[in-house]
T-cell receptor, first 110, second 114 residues
């Protein structure tokens, strides 16, 4: 089955620095890769996704890159702010549902 | 906006009790999901449903059952709660068939089994 590995498990950065979270997947047929952000006390919420016909997608300070050959995709957050502090999950499709990574707890220190 | 609500934010039950976790979505979504979230393990799928009265096992269905009698409501049932079922439970819904659809999550229910 699909195996999604996410690194690092925790990440601490200074406000204004960049943060990068990486995920690898095992099913070469996967073609949709979303990223979810979970703030304290809330359920995860989709922040960006990428489909396999593109290599990069940007939305303001966040971007996702995809390398299908290497089977990995990454979330990039630039100019981090304290409100970016949260747990981030990557995911990849498997059969008719999604497989989620274990999550990365990002802390942005003011 | 899609809204997914869960019946309780916090729940404390005793070993052996039957536990019902309720989830309701208001956007006429076909698909509904139940996950449990544990530190270091991410989100693990327990059960999902594509339509009323339909259900499919996820990765960790043991000790759980589900019910979907109405399109908007998906219930998770712990027939006999055990301490290893202490966890955060998240319900989600999505529109239509296939996995290329955003999942909308509820706020979660933190269940403690004593």
């Amino acid at each position: 089955g699909e195996n999604v590995e996410q690194h690092p498990s925790t990440l601490s950065v200074q406000e204004g620095d960049s943060a990068v979270i990486k995920c690898t997947y095992s099913d070469s047929a996967s073609n949709y890769f979303p990223w979810y952000k979970q703030e304290l006390g809330k359920g995860p919420q989709l922040i960006i996704d990428i489909r396999s016909n593109v290599g990069e997608k940007k939305d303001q300070r966040i971007a996702v890159t995809l390398n299908k050959t290497a089977k990995h995709f990454s979330l990039h957050i630039t100019e981090t702010q304290p409100e970016d502090s949260a747990v981030y999950f990557c995911a990849a499709p498997w059969n008719n549902d999604m497989r989620f990574g274990a999550g990365t707890r990002l802390t942005v220190k003011p | 906006d899609v809204k997914v609500t869960q019946s309780s934010r916090y729940l404390v039950k005793r070993t052996g009790e039957k536990v019902f976790l309720e989830c309701v979505q208001d956007m006429d979504h076909e698909n509904m999901f139940w996950y449990r979230q544990d530190p270091g393990l991410g989100l693990r799928l327990i059960y999902f449903s594509y339509d009323v009265k339909m259900k499919e096992k996820g990765d960790i269905p043991e000790g759980y059952s589900v019910s979907r009698e109405k399109k908007e409501r998906f219930s998770l049932i712990l027939e006999s709660a055990s301490t290893n079922q202490t966890s955060m439970y998240l319900c989600a819904s999505s529109l239509g068939q296939g996995v290329h659809n955003e999942q909308f999550f509820g706020p979660g229910t933190r269940l403690t089994v004593l």
